[in-house]
């Protein structure tokens, strides 16, 4: 069974830091593009990032994110990151993690919160 | 950036009737299009790929077709688990999009 964990949301002022873990189970995590996706309260779902599997690496951003955020994993762990940096209030949302990535998401973990407040 | 377009935002439907949601893209996504849907509280699941595939254990009163900038999904029988927020995603060309979502009330 595909299974997908994510943790390290939390409470964080603006201009802070977090780093948000995905752990992965079930499938052969090297070979599949991972991304990570967001959804602000009571509104829709945002992508937010995506890396590609099969050892490229490549990384993915819309304009919103990038320079701020990075998506990085570790095939030996099976685990995709989300380093998030230079905070601001609207990046609150619950964060998912989901298997693929410039394809269809099959999987999705239960998604972890990130509160940017003062 | 692809922006898509969901429409109604919201529809009314009473258990047994059919249901039609619609998705526009703003330019052509080939059949580069999923389906997702949401219950409260809950991660999305994925219930349609590449337009018109349903996705593992998706029940077959779940349709979808289109193709290029116009995409429909039917549910033909709504049973009472179908009651949620239905969203429509691009993978053609980066960013990735998601239209605004349909919610799916009992009339």
């Known amino acids: 069974e595909v299974q997908l964990l994510e943790s390290g949301g939390g409470l964080v002022q603006p201009g802070g830091s977090l780093r948000l873990s995905c752990a992965a189970s079930?499938?052969?995590?090297?070979?599949?593009?991972m991304t990570w996706v967001r959804q602000a309260p009571g509104k829709g779902l945002d992508w937010v990032s995506s890396?590609?599997?099969?050892?490229?690496?490549?990384?993915y951003y819309p304009d919103s994110v990038k320079g701020r955020f990075t998506i990085s994993r570790d095939d030996s762990k099976n685990m995709v990151f989300l380093y998030m940096n230079s905070l601001r209030v609207d990046d609150t949302a619950v964060y998912y993690c989901?298997?693929?990535?410039?394809?269809?998401?099959?999987?999705w973990g239960q998604g972890t919160l990130v509160i940017v407040s003062s | 950036e692809i922006v898509m377009t969901q429409s109604p935002a919201t529809l009314s439907v009473s258990p047994g009737e059919r249901a039609t949601l619609s998705c526009r893209a703003s330019?052509?996504?080939?059949?580069?299009l999923g389906w997702y849907q949401q219950k409260p509280g809950q991660a999305p699941r994925l219930l349609m790929y590449?337009?018109?595939t349903r996705g593992t254990g998706i029940p077959a009163r779940f349709s979808g077709s289109g193709s290029g900038t116009e995409f429909t999904l039917t549910i033909s029988s709504l049973q009472s688990e179908d009651f949620a927020v239905y969203y429509c995603?691009?993978?053609?060309?980066?960013?990735?999009?998601f239209g605004g979502g349909t919610k799916v009330e009992i009339k």
């Open positions: 989901a298997k693929g990535g410039g394809a269809e998401f099959d999987c």
């Open positions: 079930g499938f052969t995590f090297s070979t599949y593009a």
């Open positions: 890396i590609s599997g099969g050892g490229g690496g490549s990384t």
């Open positions: 330019q052509s996504v080939s059949i580069n």
């Open positions: 590449d337009t018109s």
């Open positions: 995603q691009q993978y053609d060309k980066w960013p990735l999009t």
